[in-house]
C-alpha cells in the first residue's frame, strides 16, 4: 500500500512591505521609550538594529501589561500568558497582524533566537507581579528581622523583597541577563564564553537601575536592596519611609561596587561579538556606566533630582561610537 507525503502546513510570511513597516513601528516604540538603549541601537548595521527594536518592542509590550495598575494582579498575570501565546502562534508560523509579534518573529527567525529566551524575557516582566502589590492582600514576607512592612502614608507596604545578594542575582537575571543572552544572539558570536559575560553585563544593568530608581521603586513599595546589605549597613527596610542619603549612601556604594565588577566583563565581552556589533554594544556599556559614575560624582543621592545621562553627554558617547563604526 503506497502512502502519500503530507507537506506540512506552509508558515505565514508577510510581504517585504509589511515587514518594513513593523519594523518601523518597533523603531519608534525604541526611539520613544528607550531613552539609554536606543542610543546604542542607532551604531548597529540596520538589519540588525531592526532586529533589537523588535526584541525592545516585544518586552516593552510586557513591562506595559505587567504594570497595567488598572488590573489585577490576577488579570495582569492572565493578559500577560494571552499576549505570549499570540507570540507563540506567530512563531509557529500562523498568521498575525501585530506590528510587533510580525518584526519579532522574523528577527526570531533571522538570527535563529532561542524562543525559550524570549518565554523567560517575558516571564522576567511578571517577577514584580506579587500579591503583596494588593494592598488589600498585603501579607508581609516572612525574610528576616529586617523585612517588618513599613507602610508609607496610605501607600504601599515596604518589605524586602529579597534576602541576600544572590537572591537579587536571580531577580536580575530573568530581567536582564536574559536580555543580554538574546541580545547577542543579534550581535553575532562564535566563542561560548560570550554567554556568561552577556550575562553579568545584564546584571551591571539592573543594578545600575536598582540604584538610580531606588526613590520611585519605594513608592511603589517595592525595595531591591536586599534585606542583608540593608542590615550590614545598620539600616532597615522602613528606614526608606524617610530616607536619609548619609545613611543610604554606604548600601548604595556597595551594590555601585559590585556593578563595576560586572561592567568590566563588557570589556572582554565586546571583542567576542562580531565586529559589525561592536562600536554598538560599547555605547550601549559606556553609557550605562557613566550614568553608575555620575549616580557616585552625585554621593549617591537618588532620593533628590533623578540622576540621568543629559542627550548631549549621550550624544557625545554616540559620537565616539559612529567614529568606532567607521574605523
Same mark, same amino acid.
Given at each position: =500500500?503506497?502512502?502519500?507525503? +503530507?507537506?506540512?502546513?506552509? +508558515? #505565514? /510570511?508577510?510581504?517585504?512591505?509589511?515587514? !518594513?513597516?513593523?519594523y518601523s513601528v518597533c523603531r519608534?516604540? &525604541?526611539?520613544?521609550?528607550?531613552? !539609554?538603549?536606543?542610543?546604542?541601537?542607532?551604531? #548597529?548595521?540596520?538589519?540588525?538594529? !531592526?532586529?533589537?527594536?523588535? $526584541?525592545? &518592542?516585544? =518586552?516593552?509590550?510586557?513591562?506595559?501589561?505587567?504594570?497595567?495598575?488598572?488590573?489585577?494582579?490576577?488579570?495582569?498575570?492572565?493578559?500577560?500568558?494571552e499576549w505570549l501565546d499570540r /507570540?507563540?502562534?506567530? #512563531? &509557529?508560523?500562523?498568521?498575525?497582524?501585530?506590528?510587533?509579534?510580525?518584526?519579532?518573529?522574523?528577527?526570531?527567525?533571522?538570527?535563529?533566537?532561542?524562543?525559550?529566551?524570549?518565554? +523567560?524575557?517575558?516571564?522576567?516582566?511578571?517577577?514584580?507581579?506579587?500579591?503583596?502589590? %494588593?494592598?488589600?492582600?498585603?501579607?508581609?514576607?516572612?525574610? @528576616?528581622?529586617?523585612? &517588618?512592612?513599613?507602610?508609607?502614608?496610605?501607600?504601599? *507596604?515596604?518589605?524586602?523583597?529579597?534576602?541576600?545578594?544572590?537572591?537579587?542575582?536571580?531577580?536580575?537575571?530573568? $530581567?536582564?541577563?536574559?536580555?543580554?543572552?538574546?541580545?547577542?544572539?543579534?550581535?553575532?558570536?562564535?566563542?561560548?564564553?560570550?554567554?556568561?559575560?552577556? %550575562?553579568?553585563? @545584564?546584571?551591571?544593568?539592573?543594578?545600575? !537601575?536598582?540604584?538610580?530608581?531606588?526613590?520611585?521603586?519605594?513608592? =511603589?513599595?517595592?525595595?531591591?536592596?536586599?534585606? %542583608?546589605?540593608?542590615?550590614?549597613?545598620?539600616?532597615?527596610?522602613?528606614?526608606?519611609? *524617610?530616607?536619609?542619603?548619609?545613611?543610604?549612601?554606604?548600601?548604595?556604594?556597595?551594590?555601585?561596587?559590585?556593578?563595576?565588577?560586572?561592567?568590566?566583563?563588557?570589556?572582554?565581552?565586546?571583542?567576542?561579538?562580531?565586529?559589525?556589533?561592536?562600536?554598538?554594544?560599547?555605547?550601549?556599556?559606556?553609557?550605562?556606566?557613566?550614568?553608575? %559614575?555620575?549616580?557616585?560624582?552625585?554621593?549617591?543621592?537618588?532620593? @533628590?533630582?533623578? $540622576?540621568?545621562?543629559?542627550?548631549?553627554?549621550?550624544?557625545?558617547?554616540?559620537?565616539? @561610537? =559612529?567614529?568606532?563604526?567607521?574605523?
Amino acid at each position: =500500500m503506497s502512502t502519500v507525503a +503530507q507537506n506540512p502546513p506552509a +508558515q #505565514f /510570511a508577510p510581504t517585504r512591505s509589511q515587514l !518594513n513597516v513593523a519594523y518601523s513601528v518597533c523603531r519608534h516604540i &525604541a526611539r520613544s521609550a528607550a531613552k !539609554n538603549f536606543y542610543y546604542g541601537f542607532v551604531v #548597529f548595521p540596520a538589519r540588525k538594529r !531592526n532586529a533589537l527594536a523588535a $526584541v525592545y &518592542a516585544f =518586552m516593552r509590550r510586557c513591562d506595559d501589561i505587567a504594570d497595567e495598575g488598572t488590573l489585577s494582579v490576577v488579570d495582569r498575570r492572565q493578559k500577560l500568558t494571552e499576549w505570549l501565546d499570540r /507570540a507563540h502562534r506567530a #512563531f &509557529a508560523g500562523q498568521p498575525t497582524d501585530d506590528p510587533v509579534l510580525m518584526a519579532l518573529t522574523d528577527a526570531q527567525r533571522s538570527y535563529q533566537i532561542p524562543i525559550g529566551l524570549l518565554d +523567560q524575557l517575558a516571564y522576567g516582566t511578571a517577577a514584580d507581579l506579587e500579591p503583596g502589590e %494588593e494592598q488589600e492582600n498585603f501579607q508581609a514576607p516572612k525574610i @528576616g528581622a529586617g523585612a &517588618a512592612a513599613t507602610r508609607v502614608g496610605r501607600g504601599p *507596604a515596604l518589605v524586602a523583597r529579597y534576602r541576600t545578594f544572590e537572591e537579587l542575582r536571580q531577580y536580575c537575571y530573568g $530581567v536582564a541577563s536574559v536580555v543580554g543572552l538574546v541580545c547577542i544572539r543579534i550581535f553575532g558570536y562564535r566563542d561560548p564564553a560570550a554567554e556568561a559575560l552577556a %550575562e553579568r553585563v @545584564g546584571l551591571a544593568f539592573q543594578l545600575t !537601575n536598582i540604584i538610580r530608581d531606588v526613590k520611585e521603586d519605594a513608592a =511603589m513599595g517595592r525595595v531591591y536592596l536586599p534585606e %542583608e546589605d540593608l542590615l550590614q549597613c545598620g539600616l532597615l527596610v522602613g528606614d526608606l519611609a *524617610a530616607p536619609e542619603i548619609s545613611r543610604f549612601r554606604p548600601v548604595l556604594a556597595l551594590e555601585a561596587d559590585r556593578a563595576r565588577d560586572c561592567y568590566r566583563a563588557g570589556e572582554e565581552l565586546i571583542p567576542l561579538v562580531s565586529e559589525d556589533s561592536q562600536p554598538g554594544l560599547w555605547v550601549l556599556i559606556t553609557i550605562y556606566r557613566r550614568l553608575l %559614575e555620575k549616580i557616585a560624582a552625585n554621593d549617591y543621592d537618588v532620593f @533628590g533630582k533623578r $540622576v540621568r545621562l543629559t542627550v548631549p553627554e549621550k550624544l557625545g558617547v554616540l559620537a565616539r @561610537g =559612529m567614529g568606532k563604526r567607521l574605523l
